[in-house]
């Protein structure tokens, strides 16, 4: 019997040479985090209506060590998760936004917090990455 060959009830008698690329690709996708929101989806793409505001949060893509969500909070209402790449939009009342980052992986969970003062008709658009804290990308009017 051939060292590169599996019992044939494991995996129907392939040499692991042809179902090893097979299982390191289905592991790769499984440990990837998709981004999930908890804001309507069409928050991103209808206007502002009046006497609001809007947050859009976005997440850089990792390489290393980041396919985990961030949890992502607005005054301590929870909004969404971003995966790496993601991002989530949300509408609220004018003012100062509080928002929160959590990592859930890290032990104790890490947290950062951002302030960012909207007026009514505005988004902010901010971005955060695994090794940095949030940044004000920019704020529209």
């Known amino acids: 019997m051939s060292t590169t060959a599996c019992p044939s009830r494991m995996c129907g008698g392939r040499p692991l040479r042809e179902i090893g690329p097979l299982v390191l690709v289905a592991i790769t996708v499984a440990s990837c985090a998709s981004t999930v929101s908890f804001a309507p989806a069409e928050h991103c793409a209808v206007a502002i209506p009046p006497g609001m505001a809007r947050v859009v949060a976005v997440r850089t893509s990792s390489a290393l060590g980041g396919a985990g969500r961030f ?3 607005d005054d301590g209402q929870p909004i969404g998760e971003l995966g790496p ?11 100062t ?5 959590t990592i859930p992986a890290r032990t104790p969970h890490t947290a950062r917090d951002i302030d ?3 007026g ?3 988004t902010a658009v901010l971005e955060i990455s695994l090794g940095d804290p949030w940044k004000v990308l920019r704020v529209e009017r």
């Not at 790449?85 to 003012?95: D, E, F, Q």
């Not at 936004?97 to 980052?101: C, G, I, L, P, Q």
């Open 85 to 95: 790449g993601g991002r989530v939009c949300w509408l609220r009342h004018p003012g």
């Open 120 to 122: 009514a008709g505005e």
């Open 71 to 73: 949890g992502v909070l």
């Open 116 to 118: 960012v003062k909207l």
């Open 97 to 101: 936004a509080y928002v929160t980052a």
